[in-house]
Structures are given as structure tokens and as C-alpha cells.
Nanobody, 126 residues
Framework: QVQLVESGGGLVQAGGSLRLSCAAS????????MGWFRRAPGKERDFVSA????????YYADSVKGRFTISRDNAGNTVYLQMNSLKPEDTAVYYC???????????????????WGKGTLVTVSS
């Protein structure tokens, strides 16, 4: 089992920035792929970004590419999502997720991950 706790959500104006954090426990963090997904109001949960075990590979949805950056601190068991140039359409509950296998972004985008946090709300005002 993996426990995931997100933090850093909030209200921000369009064009602003936020950094989400996710603290993980319960599994060797350096052998756990990590990711972020989001669910906008009235929509299904969508893939946002993922990062490999070592952090050498990162994946992004087209909608956030160039604006969001995922990173991880394996010593601190934490994954981050730096979100810049935020848009109102980025408004969603953001979920941290984890997967025991070091796969590709296409796989996580299609099948999701095995473990989920409870989510943190990001609201971008226009």
C-alpha cells in the first residue's frame, strides 16, 4: 500500500502559479512511478503528468506541456507539480497518484495508476 497526501492547492488568478506537493509513504519511493491527474467539474479524471522512478523521464498532457513541470525528491519521498501560466480551464481537483512499475506516460494516461491521494482543489479565476 502507498499513502499519498497532496498539498498546495488554492485560488489563483489566471496567469499565476502554484506548486503542488505530494508526500508518499508505505513503499520504497525511489521504485515508485508518480503522477498527477485532475478532475474538472463535470468531467472525467484526466492525466496531467508523470515521472519515472529516477526522475529521468517525464510525461505531460498536451494541455499542460510547457506550463507545468513535474519533479521528485526521492530523499524526501515527495513529488511536485509546478504550475505556471495557469488558465481558468486548469480549475480542477488535482490527484497525486503512484504506480509500482516504471512504465510510460501513454500507459498511465490510458490506464491510470494504482494508488491515489484524496486530491487538492485548484481554482483559477479569470
Amino acid at each position: 500500500q502507498v499513502q499519498l497526501v497532496e498539498s498546495g492547492g488554492g485560488l489563483v488568478q489566471a496567469g499565476g502559479s502554484l506548486r503542488l506537493s505530494c508526500a508518499a509513504s508505505g513503499r520504497t519511493f525511489s521504485r515508485t512511478a508518480m503522477g498527477w491527474f485532475r478532475r474538472a467539474p463535470g468531467k472525467e479524471r484526466d492525466f496531467v503528468s508523470a515521472i519515472s522512478w529516477s526522475g529521468d523521464r517525464t510525461y505531460y498532457a498536451d494541455s499542460v506541456k510547457g506550463r507545468f513541470t513535474i519533479s521528485r525528491d526521492n530523499a524526501g519521498n515527495t513529488v511536485y507539480l509546478q504550475m505556471n501560466s495557469l488558465k481558468p480551464e486548469d480549475t480542477a481537483v488535482y490527484y497525486c497518484a503512484a504506480h509500482p512499475l516504471d512504465l510510460t506516460g501513454n500507459y498511465y494516461s490510458r490506464y491510470g495508476m494504482d494508488y491515489w491521494g484524496k486530491g487538492t482543489l485548484v481554482t483559477v479565476s479569470s
